[in-house]
């Protein structure tokens, strides 16, 4: 099976707050990449990274980071200091090699930042 | 300037009607895909095209009807509307027909029939 898990329906934290979003896939594939997306209450998807299989090195950008462990399958991201502009719907998605460019999507988190 | 544009933003209509949804990008990819957010926010791919050849096609009702005239333009029609019909279609592209690439997505169609 080729699913991806987000347990995390909703969060709400106040902002400066730093937050984690929980991902688990699951997939047989060898070969993989990994993605997040944001939704913002405006409605558009807007891609923030992409990590493939082999590279296992946490990513950090700006207030974003995230960390990948084969071990557990998952890939979480963490923003740091959260402001009122990263509440949105967060995605984590899976593209194996063998599904020819189908991604597979979690159920989303919906991240609520408070002033 | 628009990567992946829609139109319409919002359509409202009648059971039983047909419409359409046009998508273009700007980007140069080769790829392009319709998507189903439900009222859930649970999204799933419904069609792909590389370079106007279908290459994806899931358990979609016939209904719904992909069209692509060249690489930059996917539209999609979607015959006798029905209420579970009601949802935001998202478009997206990416460079190639590699599942290794990020998509980038429009802003999305809100589909309710009535």
């Known amino acids: 099976a080729q699913k991806v898990t987000q347990a995390q329906t909703e969060i709400s934290v106040v902002e400066k707050e730093d937050v984690t979003l929980d991902c688990v896939y699951e997939?047989?594939?060898?070969?993989?990449?990994l993605f997040w997306y944001k939704q913002p209450p405006s409605g558009e998807l807007v891609f923030l990274i992409r990590?493939?299989?082999?590279?296992?090195q946490n990513e950090i950008s700006g207030r974003y980071s995230w960390n990948f462990q084969k071990s557990t399958s998952s890939f979480n991201f963490t923003i740091t200091a959260s402001q009122v502009v990263d509440s949105a719907v967060y995605f984590c998605?899976?593209?194996?090699?063998?599904?020819?460019?189908?991604?597979?999507f979690g159920q989303g988190t919906t991240l609520q930042v408070k002033p | 300037d628009t990567a992946v544009s829609q139109t319409p933003k919002y359509l409202v209509t009648q059971m039983g009607n047909d419409k359409s949804i046009k998508c273009e990008q700007n980007?140069?990819?080769?790829?392009m895909y319709w998507y189903k957010q439900d009222s859930k926010k649970f999204l799933k791919i419904m069609f792909s095209?590389?370079?106007?050849?279908?290459?994806i096609n899931e358990t979609v009702p016939n209904r719904f009807s992909p069209k692509s005239p060249d690489k930059a333009h996917l539209n999609l029609h979607i015959n006798s509307l029905e209420l579970g019909d009601s949802a935001v279609y998202f478009c997206?592209?990416?460079?190639?027909?590699?599942?290794?690439?990020?998509?980038?997505f429009g802003p999305g169609t809100r589909l309710t029939v009535l």
């Open positions: 980007l140069g990819h080769d790829t």
């Open positions: 997206a592209s990416s460079q190639g027909g590699d599942w290794t690439r990020e998509q980038f």
């Open positions: 095209y590389n370079n106007k050849e279908l290459i």
């Open positions: 997939t047989r594939d060898t070969t993989y990449y």
């Open positions: 990590r493939n299989s082999f590279d296992e």
């Open positions: 998605a899976l593209s194996p090699s063998s599904n020819t460019g189908k991604l597979i």
